[in-house]
């Protein structure tokens, strides 16, 4: 509680259309108008649903109107595992521990000294027991029984969440080389095919992220976290998370596939729809206009 009322201190604005977007809710129409609200007040612009020029702005039109019920199973931490299992192979997967409906049903005896919690409902319901003797299992019971009460599309109408059976999963813990943090590869996919790969390093600490092509040449632009301003080598199985990607968002408008690459063994992350909601301004602005028109709507074509 503490948290939440620190965080509306810092964005009283925020928070206020959030509390204005749990009263427009119910239709099509009321999210449209209430995405053009938060939509102005994040990225500073009108949003454009008519003619839609940058990948925010088709973001948004792709919330509101590629509603495939099946991208909710791609989205779900614990159905996704089904469709990498027969798409890509079960090699792919982080070896499941257990999922559950309720904290309290969880039986930590019977989990490893090393385990990773997730909700399977939305993002940013995360939990890391490096050490079972030390883990505050408290802390952690108040944090995801927090997070399983909330509806993720309520906030930025990111759809594909709206329906989602909250539940909890583990995972076995990986870690790098040397026990070092992992990097998160986050490949940008465009109608089946993947154009840029954002590596987020140092993700427990100090967050940061670092963007190449396709070609792993490194492009100067900054979305959610700063520039690590390190040299990041070229991964050793890039070009097999590149097929992977190309396998996974085939016949899809756009879509983020991410993936970790751990001692040689590529494992898959999880798959998103709309990378920070379309709600997050990318510097120098051209970049959002060339990310946007990679994304070619039905609209478009209609024209």
Known sequence: MRDLLERIIKEPVLYLIYALGRILNGTLWLDKVYLKILFRFRIGKSLNLKKPKTYNEKVQWLKLYDRNPEYSKLVDK????????????????????????????????????QFVLK????????????????????????????????????????WVYKNIKPRIIAEKYIVG????DLKDYKFMCYHGQPKTVDIISNRESDPRS???????????????????????????????????????SKDLIHVRCDFYDINGKVYFGEITFYQCSGLEKYEPYKYDVIFGSWIHLPIERKN
């Open 210 to 248: 670092d963007m190449f092509d396709i070609n792993f040449k490194r492009l100067p632009v900054i979305n959610y976290f700063k520039n690590s301003e390190q040299i990041i080598n070229k991964p050793e199985d890039f070009e097999e998370m590149i097929r992977l990607c190309k396998v996974l």
């Open 78 to 113: 614990y159905e996704v595992r089904k469709y990498i299992a027969k798409t890509i192979g079960e090699e792919y997967l982080i070896p499941l521990l257990g999922v559950w409906k309720r904290f309290e049903d969880i039986d930590f005896n019977k989990l490893p000294n």
């Open 177 to 180: 080389e040397s026990g070092a």
């Open 119 to 158: 909700c399977t409902h939305d993002s940013g319901g995360v939990i890391i027991c490096k050490d079972k003797s030390t883990f505050d299992r408290e802390a952690a019971r108040k944090k995801l029984n927090r997070y399983l009460k909330r509806n993720y599309y309520i906030n930025s109408r990111e």
